[in-house]
């Protein structure tokens, strides 16, 4: 399946073998939610190591650990679609982190919606009873 597909298409494949990829990065990583502080949507998942957590608190910025190019990552860096964080939280069982973000550019997801403009979110399309994909309403 193309990445074009994979993005924008609505036939659902998911990736079950994600976290077996992230084990094989070789670093000691946690779950990391980007959540919009005003909205409350959910704007991206990502891993934090130690290195990511102390680069956000010291920049201000979301900041994760790419599992797939396996290096650190501050979300805009490279789009302008910054992600100022507003607060970190924890779970309570301490394995996993919420940053809590004010975005700061177009959009937080790397794909494009019809318009060319950086989508709000990663969360841009449901699964129905059916096992298919549809776009949420106005984020195609």
């Known amino acids: ?48 190591n130690e290195l990511a957590l102390n680069t956000a608190q010291k920049e201000g910025m979301a900041t994760f650990w790419s599992t797939s190019r396996n290096e650190l990552w501050v979300k805009g860096k490279t789009s302008g679609d910054y992600l100022e964080i507003v607060d970190i939280c924890v779970n309570c069982e301490q394995n996993s982190v919420l940053y809590r973000v004010k975005p700061r550019g177009k959009g937080a997801c790397h794909t494009k919606n019809q318009n060319g403009i950086s989508r709000s979110g990663c969360y841009y399309r449901k699964i129905d009873n059916n096992g298919n994909l549809s776009f949420l309403k106005g984020r195609k």
């Open 1 to 48: 399946m193309s990445h074009h597909e994979l993005e924008e298409g609505c036939n659902l494949n998911l990736d079950f073998t994600k976290l077996k990829k992230v084990v094989e990065c070789g670093e000691d990583i946690i779950p990391a939610v980007a959540q919009d502080a005003e909205s409350g949507e959910v704007l991206i998942v990502g891993y934090i």
